[in-house]
């Protein structure tokens, strides 16, 4: 079973701010990283350590984390935001394992 | 730029084997860990293994240890993973990536190679 979980879908309405969260205790050492994923595609990364958004994301996508915790905001989500998001990080073994979040389905309304 | 090429889509029987490859370019390819991802139809991503390819080292995921092998031939820039014993759950996409920005993310990725394990 997956370490880091998931609410398997959120709706927004266009325009407004949705997190999304990933429960972990890994999370508690390590950072989270965050993959938009659209139907047909291979995923992207949108956020990536403390707060690192790759060349050519919008500014609208921002990560923080708290205890066990990750989060990952879109603040005035766009009708392109409807995606599939996981979150990934190392597994709480610390033996250089890695696992994928549940996978968050975003809905743009 | 960096680009990951995977092979083509296969099909295999219950109980056979699949390798799938993935050419790798526009960078050193000794510098960067290569990772396997793959994603049954409608399902989320799943994390393989990785594969050090300065000197070959690998770490899998316990799900697939004694049943995945990933190995690479540095002459052609390529990785290789072996999936063996195949059963219709493992009929999914595969992705090799890998993490370049150093962030303990996968910022490139192959373009997939769909595997169907179908009698």
């Known amino acids: 079973s997956s370490e880091l979980t998931q609410d398997p879908a959120v709706s927004v309405a266009l325009g407004q701010t949705v997190r999304i969260t990933c429960q972990g205790d890994?999370?508690?050492?390590?950072?989270a990283s965050w993959y938009q994923q659209k139907p047909g595609q291979a995923p992207v990364v949108v956020i990536y350590?403390?707060?690192n958004r790759p060349s050519g994301i919008p500014d609208r996508f921002s990560g923080s984390s708290s205890g066990n915790t990750a989060s990952l905001t879109i603040t005035g989500a766009q009708a392109e935001d409807e995606a599939d998001y996981y979150c990934y990080s190392r597994d709480s073994s610390g033996n250089h394992l890695k696992v994928f979040g549940t996978g968050t389905k975003v809905t743009v309304l | 730029q960096v680009q990951l090429v995977q092979s083509g889509a296969d099909v295999r029987k219950p109980g056979a084997s699949v390798k799938v490859f993935c050419k790798a370019s526009?960078?050193?390819?000794?510098?960067?860990?290569m990772h396997w991802v793959r994603q049954a139809p409608g399902q989320g991503l799943e994390w393989m293994g990785w594969m050090n390819p300065n000197g070959g080292r690998t770490k899998y995921a316990q799900k697939f240890q004694g049943r995945v092998t990933m190995t690479r031939d540095m002459s052609i820039n390529t990785a290789r993973m072996e999936l063996s014993s195949l059963t219709s759950d493992d009929t999914a996409m595969y992705y090799c990536?890998?993490?370049?920005?150093?962030?303990?993310?996968?910022?490139?990725w192959g373009q997939g190679a769909l595997v169907t394990v179908s009698s």
């Open positions: 350590g403390k707060n």
């Open positions: 526009g960078y050193t390819f000794i510098d960067y860990y």
């Open positions: 890994s999370l508690r050492s390590y950072y």
């Open positions: 990536t890998i993490d370049v920005y150093g962030g303990d993310s996968f910022d490139h």
